[in-house]
């Protein structure tokens, strides 16, 4: 009897010890403690760094945002986690796996160059945890139809048409593409080559492929000047990108003959720091114009950005903002931080970013899989010095508001 | 062929041809008298960009921007007797047994440390000093004016080393702890005093083209990556150890780089130097200008 007795005790005490064990390790810290969203960008060359600074500098705010208003889930938290990808491939791969098995993130955001971007992918897909890229571009990216893959940037083929419609309006004939040899600079390069063929226009490109990291272009912009052409598309990134505009305007060529630069980086404070007055009469794809409306969240954002860093944010801090309080909503809307069900809830919901309240990301055709796209304009600087806000819109037409400006004449 | 057109290839060639060997020249000179590769050197040019950057962008302004390149080369000679005296003598004095192997643990360490220092002061940004001279034309060449500044400079630098290295007694002393150690020391050369004022002349070599290019190819933690790599190369192709071998080492790899870069493509850059090194070495191992070791 006395052994039965003792027998009880010990059972009841296990099964006590084992349902606090199992409240303590599994339910109570899941109900309470932060929920990680990673961040992969590149924050050391290769990559361009400065880029990857101002996602995670948007992506801390956005964590404030959500937490400041309640946070998600009845009150848990957001708690950022940053892993830096170097621009590299094989460093991506390694920090995504990071934040995934040893940070236990939900989702992952950022993303800044195409080739880390689709190496990340099929691991992603494997790994079951969702990927918001917030500026990779390639087509490949949504084209491949992963199923954790998800952007909210400007794809290749937009931009591509974007500036052949341009080049169409301005009657330029000769183009020189000088495009790095990334799967963004050779995919933007071979999209503007068959979209041109496909708008029939009758222009002739002189494309020279570079490889990331080369210092001096002299050899190649002087041949693009013995060509004579109407036009230079810039296809760097980062050092790239001014290296090419300094050694165009030493030459000669530039601003004499037009330069368009792939991508937003002229917005950034230090473009007129290294640049001076080689950088006026720049034009430039951009995905964000201060003269744009802001939804509450954009407003917010741009008030507390201005506050912390005293500069105005650009689009790479506005939209890796945006993606993080997506993913946000969508815990929301999933009723919970399980990576499949956040997938889901991406799939199927509306969310609001900064610079919409009706960002989707379905399962579209083609390259339009998981794929939402913020407007695109083309900005020209007319001053040295210029701030981005004074800058004229020059295309397209409906949101024009300057004309284009050729100092060549 | 446009000759015109040839003539500006040939001659952006030549301009960075000659770049590059400054940093070469830097390389070859600390091997030959401590026999050590210094694999910070790309970061001593880093260094030299920066001291330029802030001397002319905060003291003399842009006008007086060449007396900052000796400014820079002092900053970065004292840096480096410091960093001679404090990491590198161990070597020669500690008992180490695998002296190539410390060298280069020490010198990537300190790679890895001095690109992390300047990420941490300066940030992760691009800087550019103002131009040093605006875009000009030589005859019909049109020539940047940086570069131009850049190729004199580096011409006068190299012209005022080759001169102290063969006129001067310290140069004599260089020589001969560069030919042989042990011999120096029994003629009365501290060659421990040599070793560190070679160290400090060749970083401050770096230095000298950091600051030269900074307007060129600008200021960044990672900036002197690429000259490195270039200037390893050259050393190769020009024979370890020859001041003269550095010299046709660059401008050959300049010519080769620019070149082949037009007339085939710019996606294989580096392959060209490559392959030129290859090439040279299948031909002759020890490189144009290299020499068989004097030992006692």
Known sequence: MKRGRLLAVIGVVIAIVVIAAGYFLVARPRAKGPIRIGV????????DYMAGKLIVRGAELAAKYVNEHGGVLGGRTIEIVVEDDSGTPEKGVAGYKRLVTEKKVVAVIGQ??????????????????????????????????YKAVFRMHAINPARAKLWLEFIKKMGWKKIAILAENTDYGIG???????????????????????????????????????????LVINIGVGDDAYLIIKQAYDIGLYPKVPMLASYDFPVRPEYWKNLGD??????????YHPMMKLTDLGKWFKAEYEKKYNEPPVYTAYNAFGAVVVVAQAIEQAGSADPAAIIKALETGTFKSWNSDAVTFPRGEGIYWHQWSPPMVIVQYTKTGQKYETAPIVFPEEMKTGEVYLPGG | MDWLLLSQYFFAGLVIGVIYSLMAVGITFIYSIMKMINWSMGEFYMIGSYVQYALVVWLLGPKMWFLGIPLSMLVVFLLGLVVEKLLITPMFTGGIERKDEYATVITIALMVFFRNLFSYIAGPYEYSPPDYAPPMKIGTLPVSGNRFVAFVGTIIILAAFYLVVRKTWIGRAFRAVAQNRVGAQTAGVEVEKIDMLGFGVGVALAAAAGALLAPVFMVFPEN????????????VIGGIGSIMGSLVGGL??????????VFISPSYRDVYGFLALMIILAVRPTGFFGEKERLA
């Not at chain 1, 992969?40 to 990559?47: E, I, K, T, V, W």
């Not at chain 1, 080689?278 to 995905?287: A, C, P």
């Open chain 1, 278 to 287: 080689k950088g006026n009469y720049m034009l430039f794809i951009s995905y």
């Open chain 1, 112 to 145: 800044y160059h195409s080739s880390v971007c689709l190496a990340i992918c099929p691991i992603a897909d494997q790994y079951g945890v969702p990927l918001i890229a917030t500026q990779a571009a390639a087509a490949k990216i949504t084209e491949g139809h």
């Open chain 1, 40 to 47: 992969l960008a590149p924050l050391s060359p290769p990559g």
């Open chain 2, 252 to 261: 050959l790899l300049g010519m080769v780089e620019s070149l082949m870069s």
């Open chain 2, 224 to 235: 002197g990556a690429i000259s490195t790599m270039k200037g390893f190369e050259i050393i």
């Open chain 1, 188 to 230: 933007l390069l071979e999209e503007t080559k068959a979209m041109a063929k496909e708008m029939g226009l009758a222009i002739e490109i002189k494309d020279i492929v570079f490889d990331r990291g080369t210092k001096d272009f002299t050899p190649q912009l002087l041949d693009i000047q013995a060509w004579g052409a109407d």
